[in-house]
């Protein structure tokens, strides 16, 4: 067997929403040999999935297992690769009650692979961080528009959010503590909420939020807005951000759009007219009561009417994205959601 003379790129966590999108359009763009990271390639529940979205260029994918907490599995995870795109992190519907439960694989995490990768001289690593890390502040902080410039502040952060910015902190610290002849390249992803159409099912928090919203389980929308994306434009910004020279050591926000929730809703019920999608905006009073037994419902009241917008010139100009719709990417989570049955189809058939 004849070794491949193209680089190789190790791609952690190919099992979440946005790491399998991230896999298959490399897989598919056919520059790199592919390693993905999984906790465990012995689980069925999470290798078939891929087995049945990668169609015949799974073949083509080396599978090894790494975890975030165990920083000595990524050693034997990176050998030998030329790159690093690192999607694995973990996003959760509701605060934990002890904050470490996401800080520490968020930080630690991103460290361990970081580490490694120095060990193993690579030459570019991309990481997948968050507006989380940018846009959280105290009130007179806050912004009506943010770009790469801008930071969240810790201190004004829940625990999602602090994860995310304290990881992204790290990675930036961790390269500049190097001396020169250690030093790789770095590029930091930070989509929106990232919707569209999934690969491996719906249990993840984007689509645990529309999954809700289409079966009705909200009473009406919060006046929440934020900005969301197309997975496809964020895997498409993870390939552009290891091919563009000029990306380099840089910040990328992505988001396609801001919208409130009635605006999501909105799309969702023109789409799906079958399902009971209210559209109606909530009065706050029943929010912040619900608030007080609902630790997800707790988790939005600070953006309650919160205008808040992303500029993404730089991922247009840099990474060459040009962005599918947030209401399509909302559109397509919705069908995924139905085709991976994780809603009921009341589609009716033409």
Request: with cysteine; charged share 25%; hydrophobic share 40%.
């Amino acid at each position: 067997m004849v070794e491949s003379t193209k680089p190789k790129v190790c791609i952690t966590g190919i099992s979440g929403f946005l790491g399998s999108q991230v896999c298959l359009l490399f897989l598919s763009d056919g520059t790199y040999t592919v390693r993905g990271t999984v906790r465990d390639t012995s689980n069925p529940a999470k290798i078939e999935p891929l087995r049945r979205a990668f169609g015949p260029t799974f073949t083509a994918l080396e599978l090894v297992n790494a975890d975030l907490l165990q920083p000595d599995s990524w050693d034997a995870a990176i050998a030998g690769c030329d790159y690093v795109v690192h999607t694995a992190s973990p996003f959760p519907v509701a605060n934990p009650k002890d904050e470490n439960e996401l800080i520490k694989p968020a930080v630690e995490g991103t460290l361990a692979v970081l580490r490694a990768a120095v060990r193993h001289r690579v030459k570019r690593v991309v990481v997948t961080s968050s507006v989380a890390a940018v846009m959280f502040r105290r009130a007179e902080n806050e912004k009506e528009t943010y770009d790469e410039n801008d930071w969240s502040d810790v201190d004004a952060c829940k625990p999602y959010e602090k994860s995310k910015t304290l990881a992204e902190k790290a990675a930036w610290d961790f390269l500049n503590s190097l001396p020169d002849a250690d030093k790789f390249e770095l590029v930091i992803i930070n989509p929106v909420i990232i919707l569209g159409p999934s690969l491996i099912g719906g249990d993840f928090t984007s689509g645990h939020i529309i999954q809700e919203l289409m079966s009705g389980k909200f009473p009406g929308m919060p006046k929440i807005m934020f900005g969301f994306v197309d997975v496809r434009d964020v895997a498409l910004a993870h390939l552009q951000a290891l091919k563009v020279k000029e990306a380099a050591n840089q910040r990328f926000l992505l988001s396609s759009k801001c919208l409130w929730f009635r605006e999501v809703a909105e799309v969702l019920k023109a789409k799906y007219p079958e399902y009971k999608i209210k559209t109606k905006e909530l009065p706050r009073c029943p929010v912040v009561m619900a608030s007080m037994f609902d630790k997800g419902v707790k988790k939005i009241l600070p953006l309650w009417n919160k205008v808040a917008y992303i500029d993404n010139t730089r991922s247009r100009e840099v990474l060459g994205i040009e962005y599918h719709t947030a209401e399509e990417a909302v559109a397509e989570m919705g069908r995924s959601l139905i085709e991976h049955k994780m809603i009921a189809d009341k589609r009716k058939q033409k």
